[in-house]
């Protein structure tokens, strides 16, 4: 495209092209007119569209000889049969005035094609020339009309190689978004490998520093500086979730497990796991139950990020409420703070990516994906969300709302604690492998370690385990997913639980894995406690699980 005209308005140029044209569909039906054409016709351009071109142009029936019709219909088959222009005769074609009387018309038609990426005619562009003047001066003096008629072929001409210079700059137009778009895909496809990879990268170490301070906790316990390194630690491994949920929003590829909840409950959990030395947000919560069909980690997740957002945007002492309520068939959930507020003209972009309000107290903490975040969640379940604040210094309030539903929030089962386990723990990180083994084995449990896949299938192949925990990415040939397939070859670890434990946590890790085999995937680092219940789930199913040949096999 010539410099300088990359922002070229073609409808506003095609509206006023001073010669007639008319677009229409590859089975005939006008898409528009523009001025030129509409004056020469006596149409109404909004009247016409979308009707069949036939229909808004018929023959004359006055005329038993009319053949506009069928000739300007042989030539628009052959466009789209063969994908080429095709230039018509001189030919009478009638034009109908508003009062429904067919006036005399002889017209100089081209209908050329309008390709996509695969060759097929989409569109054709209908131009022609009123040359009803000319046969009449033909007719009246044949000296004058020859020079006439050469002016009017030449233009003819013109119009014509300009109507192929037309459809050549849409190829290449056409031509360019696709390799546009497929840049654009290449480039998304290298950003979610770098935050897959990210995350692996952060997660190896995070495990081990959190794995490392559960069993300094088991040594020393009390002591100040521990609870410092469990918030920072929580912090980091915050931030890596982020990125991969923020990352997960943009691409839609963020999912739910949901079942009917209360949202009061999910209300009061939120508020539990706030730390200790942060003020409560004061709470108003209907009487009766606020039912939802939501997952609740998700839930809780967006409920965590705006209480978050309050506390980062507030002075200490500042007030933070949260209230639910119900309003036209809608879970309604607010959270106000009396924080320095906003400009309300940047309400809409607060939930953009990266986004952070310089507020002008302090500069605001975090990578900007928290919102975004609770924006994603909202929509994953049918809901939305909006900010509203008055202006600066006025506070800010951040309200979802999420359609009810009238099925029954099922009963919540308790889950027992674990007994001790035999347990074969595979990771190539050996301070990590050291430290998860540690503290299970002052859990009671008997722990093996393996820190190759070779010494992994070596041991496996003759030691029984009631579960084997096993990173996915170990720096060999043989990944984590080529040990479970070969695992569940075995008849010793058929019907073993296998855990995957990895800094690989995006979706498509967890569909690899349970192809693979495994029975469950976690992510780096561990949380003991969720690492408990998921031990007595997978372990008591597979213990209820009779013999029998592997499907996966």
């Known amino acids: 495209m010539t410099a300088g005209f990359e922002g070229l308005d073609y409808r506003h140029l095609f509206e006023h092209l001073p010669s007639p044209y008319l677009l229409m569909t590859a089975d005939f039906t006008i898409v528009t007119v523009n001025r030129a054409y509409a004056r020469a016709t006596m149409v109404d351009p909004a009247a016409v569209a979308g009707r069949p071109m036939f229909e808004v142009f018929p023959d004359n029936p006055e005329d038993p000889g009319a053949d506009g019709v069928g000739n300007l219909r042989r030539s628009l088959r052959t466009v789209v049969d063969t994908g080429r222009p095709d230039t018509m005769a001189l030919q009478r074609y009638d034009i109908r005035e508003p009062d429904g009387r067919f006036v005399v018309r002889y017209w100089s038609p081209v209908n050329s094609p309008v390709l996509d990426d695969a060759g097929r005619v989409v569109l054709i562009v209908h131009r022609v020339q009123d040359v009803t003047e000319l046969i009449d001066l033909r007719e009246q003096d044949r000296e004058r009309a020859a020079a006439r008629l050469q002016e009017m ?111 009061r ?96 107290t302090h500069a605001p903490s975090g990578l900007g994906l928290g919102l975004a975040i609770v924006r994603g969640i909202a929509e994953l379940h049918q809901g939305a969300v909006s900010a509203h604040s008055a202006g600066p210094g006025t506070g800010a309030t951040f309200t979802v709302r999420i359609p009810l539903t009238t099925e029954a929030v099922p009963p919540v089962g308790e889950h027992p604690a674990r007994r001790a386990l035999r347990m074969l723990l595979v990771d190539d990180n050996t301070d990590l492998a050291r430290m998860y083994a540690t503290t299970l084995r002052r859990r009671g449990d008997t722990v093996t370690v393996a820190t190759t896949a070779r010494d992994a299938l070596a041991i496996a192949g003759s030691t029984p385990f009631d579960v084997i925990l096993c990173d996915l990415a170990l720096g060999e040939d043989v990944d984590g997913y080529e040990i479970a397939r070969r695992l569940r070859r075995n008849t010793l670890h058929r019907h073993t639980p296998l855990v995957a434990v990895s800094g690989f946590s995006q ?23 969720d690492l408990d219940t998921l031990l007595a789930r997978v372990v008591d199913g597979a213990r209820s699980t009779p013999a029998g040949p592997d499907p996966r096999r």
């Open 265 to 360: 409950t999910l209300v009061h959990a939120a508020l539990d796991d706030l730390p200790a030395d942060l003020t409560r947000p004061a709470v108003t919560l209907p009487d009766e139950p606020v039912v939802i069909d939501g997952d609740p980690v998700r839930l809780g997740q967006m409920l965590t990020n705006l209480l978050d957002n309050a506390r980062k945007h507030t002075r200490d002492g500042a007030a933070v409420t949260v209230h639910l309520d119900v309003r036209d068939g809608q879970a309604e959930l607010r959270v106000r703070d009396t924080g320095p507020g906003f400009d309300p003209v940047l309400a809409d972009t607060l939930f953009d990516p990266f986004t952070r309000v310089d507020t002008g």
């Open 507 to 529: 979706d498509t890790d967890r569909q690899r894995s349970r192809a693979a085999g495994f029975d469950a995937h976690v992510a780096k680092p561990l949380d003991l406690a």
């Open 153 to 263: 072929e030449a233009d003819l001409y013109t119009r014509a190689r300009e109507v192929q210079q037309v459809n050549r700059q849409l190829r290449e137009a056409n031509a360019a978004l696709a390799a546009a778009t497929e840049e654009l895909r290449a480039q998304q496809q290298a950003k979610d490998r770098f935050i897959a990879t990210l995350s692996h990268e952060l997660r190896n170490p995070l495990a081990s520093a959190s794995a490392a301070l559960d069993v300094l906790g088991l040594d020393i316990a009390g002591h100040q500086a521990h609870a410092v390194l469990r918030r920072q630690l929580t912090a980091l491994s915050r931030l890596t979730d982020d990125l991969l949920d923020a990352a997960r929003v943009a691409t839609g590829n963020l999912h739910a497990t949901r079942h009917p909840l209360d949202l």
